[in-house]
């Protein structure tokens, strides 16, 4: 295949492998949550470290990064404490985000729209060697966190109070859910850009979760999607000379809508299953009792 012998798309397709890979394996944790917009947040707060990062002359990917963990670990402090006006603090943190990204990148010498809609869109064609190494490094991290602590994870999404009872630091482990959040939007955001890097963290969870009766099953399942919906899409953007990251939120959006449409049938086709065994399933009562049967207190 010619695109493979072009330096600039195996980059693109390498950069789209990790982030298939990474953005559902920690939206999953947000989804159980019911924190999926989550994403979308921490997209807007990452611009300011993008301008920061032009205004400064440095790399604007590491930069992102520092800023993005430290805007989610904000966000935790504003759920923990910010119980009444919580809403309007993370409204804030939100549109400061964005608003000092804008304003940052047009006082930066290098800066210029061109720059920001790569950002906010993604450019994956555009992404450089240090880019790829930036990208590896940190969606090692993501994969660590999210597999290795998995059992953790999933005890403090699904039941905080339950968590807190068996012994686990559970504060932390949130804190290092936004963490790895943070992280995940600085991988995926040269792909997707950071306006649709909150839809790739999703859509392949809430697709595999049509189809999928267990976390791990899930879990698999949404990494195989956002891998597929990546690649699929980037090689789509190349033949086509579409945007990449319009392309790979639109593909996993009909993916959703196709396990979505047969979600239906099989669990029709397992309901019969079940059924079936229930009725080959039988218990054999004796006849009569005797004297060994009886139980005395």
């Known amino acids: 295949m010619e695109i493979l012998d072009l330096a600039f798309m195996q980059r693109a397709l390498l950069a789209a492998l990790l982030v298939g890979v990474t953005a559902p394996a920690i939206g999953i944790y947000l989804v159980q949550r019911r924190q999926a917009l989550m994403g979308d947040g921490i997209g807007h707060v990452a611009l300011t470290g993008v301008g920061l990062g ?21 966000m935790e402090l504003i759920r923990w404490f910010g119980r009444t006006r919580g809403d309007l603090a993370l409204s804030m943190l939100f549109y400061g985000g964005m608003a000092g990204g804008v304003m940052l990148m047009s006082l930066s010498a290098n800066g210029s729209n061109a720059n920001l809609m790569t950002y906010l869109f993604g450019s994956i064609v555009t992404v450089s060697p240090s880019d790829i190494t930036t990208m590896c490094v940190l969606a090692a991290f993501v994969v660590l966190v999210t597999l290795g602590l998995r059992r953790q994870l999933f005890a403090v999404c699904q039941d905080e109070e339950f968590a807190r009872v068996t012994g686990l630091p559970v504060r932390l482990l949130n804190l290092l859910i936004a963490v790895t959040a943070a992280v995940t939007v600085t991988v995926a955001m040269r792909a997707v850009g950071l306006l649709l890097v909150s839809a790739l963290m999703v859509i392949p969870v809430a697709a595999a979760q049509q189809i999928a009766r267990s976390f791990a099953t899930t879990f698999a399942m949404a990494a195989a999607l956002g891998v597929l919906v990546s690649l699929a899409g980037t090689t789509t953007s190349y033949y086509a000379d579409v945007p990449a990251g319009a392309t790979i939120v639109l593909m996993a959006i009909v993916l959703f809508v196709v396990f979505t449409a047969l979600a239906a049938p099989l669990a029709r086709r397992r309901a019969k299953g079940a059924a079936a065994d229930g009725e080959r399933c039988t218990l054999e009562v004796p006849e009569a009792r005797t004297p060994t049967d009886d139980v005395r207190v």
């Open 54 to 74: 032009f205004l400064l002359n440095t790399s604007p990917v590491w930069m992102a990064t520092a800023v993005s963990v430290a805007g989610a670990v904000a």
